[in-house]
């Protein structure tokens, strides 16, 4: 916002998710083709390494942009872990009881991260500087791919058919259920909805 005002900030957050929206669909239909906690530790050691150079980056006296570059970065990857940690988590539970209640688990790590991040960032950035928040995160980042890499799950991707059905297909099918199923649109229509209202709020919550 400094370095660019609203106008910045906003091209900033867009420069974040717009390439993951466009990359969701096929990335997932690529991810069911691979080891669920290979996926999830390779995205944590590529968000570790560009939050480091983010760190690196935003320390400098020079321009904001290959930081800008970097958390962007980061953000597209971190497209890949979402799928692919709802993946895994079925294989990793025995009974419908462990997967409801990691479902409430996570949903409640989610929204407490959610919360506690920001407040932690705003309390860290005095004496840390926001290149030792980032380091910070870079740290944070690698100690998860470190927790990942002990999951030892038998189970193999669930995508038989990743020679015979390309990528590219199969995501195109996935539209073609959302253009056939009406309460399919609908849900998406409200995600749309609820992810346009938060990329507004955003680029507000800084101008505030």
């Known amino acids: 916002f ?4 609203a106008t910045a900030a906003g091209l900033v957050a867009m ?31 590529i968000r570790s390494a560009t939050l480091g150079g983010a760190a690196v980056a935003v320390s400098q006296a020079a321009s904001p942009v290959p930081a800008y570059v970097l958390v962007a970065i980061a953000t597209l ?29 996570r949903g409640l790590l989610d929204s407490l991260s959610a919360l506690a991040g920001p407040l ?9 500087d926001v290149g030792g928040v980032f380091a ?39 539209f073609a259920l959302l253009g056939r199923e009406r309460d399919l649109r609908r849900v998406s229509a409200l995600f749309c909805v609820q992810t346009f209202t938060r990329g507004c709020f955003t680029v507000f919550a800084v101008v505030i």
């Open 2 to 5: 400094r370095a660019g005002g």
């Open 15 to 45: 420069a974040r998710v717009l390439p993951g929206a466009l990359l969701a669909p096929l990335a997932s239909a690529v991810i069911d083709t691979h080891r669920r906690e290979r996926v999830i530790m390779t995205v944590c050691l």
């Open 77 to 105: 990857v971190f497209t890949l872990f979402r799928p692919a940690h709802s993946a895994l988590l079925p294989s990793l539970c025995t009974t419908p009881g462990q997967l409801s209640a990691t479902m409430v688990v």
């Open 120 to 128: 932690v960032a705003a309390l860290l950035i005095g004496p840390l």
């Open 136 to 174: 910070l995160c870079a740290a944070i980042t690698l100690c998860a791919a470190w927790l990942i890499g002990g999951i030892q799950d038998d189970a193999r991707p669930r995508n038989a058919r990743p020679a015979t059905t390309p990528a590219v297909r199969a995501a195109l099918e996935g």
